[in-house]
């Protein structure tokens, strides 16, 4: 079956330690994306990327990095520097090429901070 | 940068009834996309509908659809005949199609929990 998976779905984390969530999509989609969701607001935009190699800042990138090393791939690194970490996180990928492209979501990953 | 308003926090409908979602948006683009996305409690973001700004007619997708109104940037759902499985939060979104560092990015409101009782 095709779509995106990530992993783990709870991750707890201490403060001070990176930690790193994994997308994978098996769509054959160029672009990919990570999101933030609060409670009480709406997706907010931390990287994208729109084909291998190449990834670039969203609204809230700070204390965020990423990887684009294979197409499949798009992992998020959630670093020390990240002042409020304890949020869902979602990745979606969509095909490049065509206006106005749905995205396709993954089933998210909530990562708690103790 | 654009900007996407929900103003209803929470809504609720009877089973079987009709109800409107409303959003507004902020933008300078005259060509743009907008989506609405639903979130059950699974929290699985799944595509409702989809509106492209030059297209005149709004969308419809079964029991969905939508009023899009581009003077007023106003974006609302109905939903018709609601069934207990519309229960979720529904999300607007604004997409951007002209070029630049914008292309392609979605912008979301803030969301509207639906609760449709029995």
């Known amino acids: 079956d095709g779509g995106i998976t990530q992993s783990p779905k709870y991750l707890f984390r201490k403060e001070g330690q990176n930690v790193t969530l994994s997308c994978e999509q098996n769509?054959?989609?160029?672009?990919m994306y990570w999101y933030r969701q609060d409670p009480g607001q709406g997706l907010r935009l931390i990287y994208y990327?729109?084909?291998?190699?190449?990834?670039q800042k969203g609204d809230i990138a700070e204390g965020y990095s990423v990887s684009r090393e294979k197409k499949e791939s798009f992992p998020l690194t959630v670093t020390s520097a990240q002042k409020n970490p304890t949020a869902f996180y979602l990745c979606?990928?969509?095909?490049?090429?065509?206006?106005?492209?749905?995205?396709?979501f993954g089933p998210g990953t909530r990562l708690t901070v103790l | 940068a654009q900007t996407v308003t929900q103003s209803q926090p929470e809504m609720s409908v009877q089973e079987a009834e009709t109800v409107t979602l409303s959003c507004t948006y902020d933008?300078?683009?005259?060509?743009?996309?907008l989506f609405w996305y639903k979130q059950p409690p699974s929290r699985q973001m799944i595509l409702v509908i989809r509106?492209?700004?030059?297209?005149?007619q709004n969308a419809t997708e079964n029991r969905f659809s939508v009023n899009f109104q581009k003077a007023a940037k106003s974006f609302s759902l109905k939903i018709s005949d609601s069934q207990l499985g519309d229960t979720a939060m529904y999300f607007c979104?604004?997409?951007?199609?002209?070029?630049?560092?914008?292309?392609?990015?979605?912008?979301f409101g803030q969301g509207t929990i639906l609760t449709v009782h029995p």
């Open positions: 979606a990928s969509s095909p490049s090429g065509v206006i106005g492209n749905e995205q396709f």
């Open positions: 769509l054959n989609h160029d672009a």
């Open positions: 990327s729109q084909i291998v190699n190449d990834f």
């Open positions: 933008t300078s683009e005259n060509n743009y996309y």
């Open positions: 509106q492209e700004a030059y297209k005149q």
């Open positions: 979104a604004f997409m951007n199609v002209r070029g630049g560092t914008s292309y392609g990015k979605l912008t």
